[in-house]
């Protein structure tokens, strides 16, 4: 079945450098959709970023995240870490092949921004 | 306000008993979620309804069973909790099965003692 791998549980920046979180994902069908959704503390998960274009750059909020089909990444990056940044972040992937509906999310990294 | 709303926020119960959670999407869509998030936050897919049709049934145990009486309200029973369904339960909603984007409700956390 699918698949969506965070390798890192959690990454500590200081303010103003730059984020990267890392997401590779395994499915079977050849047009995945993949999501970032962020969940900050004691708040419920809401959608920061989706693609479906491979090798096409996604912004939003300040992040950003380009689909590599050939490698099979969705990486999130920013250019300069904020302190309200701290957050649960998820890498999601949408199981397009049958019409389900169903996100298989990675087991989500935690960034923490101190100052 | 549209949105999708849960009931309740928190609930505390002994091993063996009956709960029942409650789940509303205002916001018009036509397909509806149940996650759980455990304590390691791992966030997975229980159910999904599409317009009151049950679409998704990932392997979970028995006694956990949603209902669906209209396509802007979902609910979940458990019979006979477990010490393992303390987690928070999700509750999400998609203008239509598979649109990209899915909106979560606050949760209800579930704590078995």
């Known amino acids: 079945g699918d698949s969506v791998t965070q390798t890192e549980g959690l990454v500590t920046l200081t303010e103003g450098l730059p984020v990267m979180l890392n997401c590779t994902y395994q499915?079977?069908?050849?047009?995945?959709?993949l999501f970032w959704y962020v969940q900050h503390l004691n708040e419920s998960p809401r959608l920061l970023l989706k693609?479906?274009?491979?090798?096409k750059r996604t912004e939003h909020q300040g992040f950003h995240a380009t689909l590599h089909k050939s490698s099979s990444s969705f990486h999130l990056q920013k250019s300069s870490a904020q302190l309200s940044d701290s957050a649960l972040y998820y890498c999601?992937?949408?199981?397009?092949?049958?019409?389900?509906?169903?996100?298989?999310f990675g087991h989500g990294t935690i960034l923490r921004v101190h100052p | 306000e549209t949105a999708v709303f849960q009931t309740p926020n928190y609930h505390v119960t002994q091993v063996g008993n009956e709960v029942s959670f409650n789940c509303k999407q205002t916001?018009?869509?036509?397909?509806m979620y149940w996650y759980k998030q455990d304590s390691k936050k791992l966030l997975k897919i229980m159910f999904s309804?599409?317009?009151?049709?049950?679409?998704v049934n990932e392997t979970v145990p028995r006694r956990f069973s949603p209902q669906s009486s209209d396509k802007a309200h979902l609910n979940l029973r458990i019979k006979s909790v477990e010490p393992e369904d303390s987690a928070v339960y999700l509750c999400?909603?998609?203008?239509?099965?598979?649109?990209?984007?899915?909106?979560f409700g606050p949760g209800t956390r579930l704590t078995v003692l």
């Open positions: 999400a909603s998609s203008y239509r099965v598979g649109y990209a984007e899915q909106f």
């Open positions: 499915t079977i069908y050849s047009n995945p959709f």
């Open positions: 693609s479906f274009t491979d090798n």
């Open positions: 999601a992937l949408l199981h397009t092949g049958a019409n389900t509906g169903k996100l298989t």
């Open positions: 916001l018009g869509h036509d397909t």
């Open positions: 309804y599409n317009n009151k049709q049950l679409i």
